[in-house]
């Protein structure tokens, strides 16, 4: 049988069958590894894989055979630190959530999150969220800020839960598709998966079934159904993707309005900070690359954890 893993709690799977949809308790048979990453879970969210049920074990299933992924996202495990841990695999798209208000989210978090989706090539529509609370200045700079990301390849949504402003917007651009929503605490983020989720108290009970009792399941991450080929994976309590393995001399390929530019500095290794004739820093004096960006990538390249 041939399914999609939902949720994995370390030693247990859940895993969808595909076509009926039905869940199953899975375990893992013998050792797989990932080639060329060190990984600390062999198996993710979104894996794809081969399991039999067999009557001897009691209706659980094991599962012998991984598709290769087409991507994933990894975050650096906490406990060890050369390890990463990958959060989900095979993913069509990222929602980003922010706000501009209670509290705002910051052009250092927003930045890192699609620096990381252009590295694992995930395209990144963001949502702007809490959009009742916008007076009309914040509603201005919201307007600005939602082009400077268009411009660069970066569309957006502008929601409210409290209103319900954007939540159909939000469910088109799902559909059919699996899609990665993030965002820091307090953005609204499992309030909107409320709102686009039908029945989620109950799938989520019916999910949690079949992961490891005793064990705090609230921190894995989560393959939620929309309907039938629409799926959200939720990632609660993951501040941050960890950026694993981007050397500084790579970072500005990661800011798609630099990208195009960097043939055209003087020096083949310019890091567009102080070198003389970088094209990146002239495009930025003249208003060509946006300053909170060119900031943004400063800091990272500085090692700065302006995660906020
Ligand atoms: N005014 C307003 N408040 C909202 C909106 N969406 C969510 N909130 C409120 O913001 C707070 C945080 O919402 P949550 O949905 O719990 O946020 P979260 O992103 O899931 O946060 P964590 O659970 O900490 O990860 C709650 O008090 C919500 O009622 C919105 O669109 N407008
Ligand atoms: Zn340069």
New binding site residues.
Partial sequence: MTGIVVKSTGSWYVVRELGNGQLHRCRLRGKFKNKGLKVSNPLAVGDQVDFTVEEQTEGAGVIHHIEPRRNYIIRRSVHKSEHAHIVAANLDVAML?VTLA?PATSFGFIDRFLVTAEAYHIPVTLIF?????YDEDLTDYQEQIAKMYLRIGYPSVR?????GEGVADIDALLDGKVTLLS??????????INALVPDLDLKTAEISQFSDKGVHTTTFAEMLEVRPGTYLIDT??IKELGLVDVKPGELAHYFPEMRALLNQCRYHNCQHTHEPGCAVREAVDNGKIALPRYDSYVSMLQGDDNRR
């Fill in positions: 959530v209670s969220n809490k959009t009742d609370l929601s409210s839960a409290q209103t965002g820091h605490s307090g953005v609204g983020k499992s309030t909107l609660p309590g």
